[in-house]
C-alpha cells in the first residue's frame, strides 16, 4: 500500500522538526564558555556492566556559571562515573571529593572560540544536508505517486511546498548558527 501526498508531506514535515530538534541539541553541546548541565549530557557510565547515561545515574547541576557538578545516586559509582567523564573526549578534568564530582570549565580562548564556531558551522551544514536528503526523498516519493496516478499539478504542488519548507529550514538553521557563533564569541 503506498501513502497518499498528505502523508508523505506530514513525512517530510516531521523529518525536518526532527532536523531542528537534533541541530538545537548539538548546538547546546557545544559550549559557549558557560557551564551547563548539557555539556554532560553524551556521557556514558558503566553501570554494573552496562553502559548508562550518566543522567540516569547522578544528578547533574550548573552551581555557577563556571562549575558542573555531579551527584551520584549511587557513591559506589563515583569513580565508574569519573572514568566515564575522562573516556567521553569532552576535554574535562573531573575532580572528586568522594561525594561530588565536580568540573571547572576554563574560559574559552580566542583559538578555541573559532574551533567551537566551526563547530557550530559544520553541524549546522551537516544538518541541511540532512534535511535536503529529506527532500530528495520526498520528491522521489512523490514522483512514484505521480506514476501510479496524482495528477502533475498535485505533484508540482507538493514539489512547491517541500522546497518552501525547506527553504525555511535552512533560514532557521542559519539564525541558530548566527545566534550560536555570536554566543561564542562574545567575551
Known amino acids: 500500500m503506498s501513502q497518499t501526498i498528505n502523508e508523505v508531506l506530514q513525512e517530510f514535515t516531521a523529518n525536518l522538526d526532527k532536523c531542528t530538534k537534533h541541530t538545537i541539541h548539538e548546538f547546546i553541546n557545544i559550549r559557549a564558555g558557560k557551564a551547563s548541565p548539557g555539556m554532560v549530557e553524551s556521557v556514558m557510565v558503566d553501570y554494573y556492566g552496562a553502559p548508562v547515561p ?4 547522578a544528578n547533574v547541576s550548573a552551581p555557577d556559571a563556571r562549575t558542573i557538578a555531579i551527584q551520584p545516586w549511587e557513591r559506589t559509582i563515583i569513580n565508574d562515573i569519573e572514568r566515564g ?9 573531573p575532580s572528586n571529593d568522594g561525594n561530588t564530582i565536580r568540573i571547572t570549565i576554563p574560559p574559552l580562548t580566542q583559538e578555541r572560540r573559532l574551533q567551537l564556531v566551526k563547530m557550530v558551522k559544520q553541524e549546522g ?5 540532512v534535511a535536503r536528503n529529506y527532500r530528495k526523498d520526498t520528491n522521489e516519493k512523490i514522483k512514484k505517486l505521480q506514476k501510479d496516478g496524482l495528477s502533475e ?3 508540482k504542488d507538493a514539489e512547491s511546498k517541500v522546497q518552501k519548507q525547506l527553504d525555511q529550514l535552512i533560514v532557521t538553521i542559519d539564525g541558530m ?4 557563533e555570536k554566543e561564542i564569541m562574545t567575551i
Open 153 to 155: 499539478d498535485e505533484a
Open 54 to 57: 550518566l543522567t540516569q545515574v
Open 177 to 180: 548558527i548566527a545566534d550560536k
Open 85 to 93: 567523564i575522562v573516556n567521553s573526549n569532552l576535554g574535562f578534568a
Open 125 to 129: 551544514e551537516a544538518s541541511k544536508v
